[in-house]
């Protein structure tokens, strides 16, 4: 079925190729093409050579954030371990404490109510 298609084509087509090209026609074709820009379009050679530049300070000021942001979560972080440890080891103490002491709930809701 295919090729009854591509058979018919080339009968009333050819084997030819019916697009070509002007002779000489890719010889001056930049020169050309240049001509038809306006200056106003074209890029001057130092920005070209500072780009590379630029992406390197951006990305150097993505890094610094970020670190900045992380370094501030964790010092925050920290400083919330610090403090639950310094409650932990307060109430450790006490709870040792009262063991030494040998008292029970009785004898500290008495302590409270005598205080009343």
Do not use: C, W
């Not at 530049?53 to 951006?58: E, F, K, R």
């Not at 610090?82 to 063991?99: G, H, K, L, P, W």
Request: hydrophobic content about 35%.
């Amino acid at each position: 079925m295919q090729n009854e298609g591509v058979d018919y084509i080339r009968q009333k087509m050819g084997r030819n190729n019916p697009f070509s090209t002007p002779d000489g026609y890719f010889e001056h074709f930049t020169d050309r093409m240049m001509e038809k820009l306006p200056e106003n379009n074209r890029k001057p050679a130092i920005i070209r050579y500072l780009r590379p530049l630029l992406y390197a300070a951006v990305f150097t000021g993505v890094i610094v954030l970020s670190a900045t942001f992380l370094m501030k979560d964790s010092t925050e972080q920290t400083q919330q371990q610090i403090a639950t440890t310094t409650i932990e080891s307060s109430d450790t103490y006490f709870d040792d404490a009262v063991d030494y002491a040998m008292v029970d709930n009785q004898d500290i809701y008495a302590y409270l109510l005598a205080d009343l």
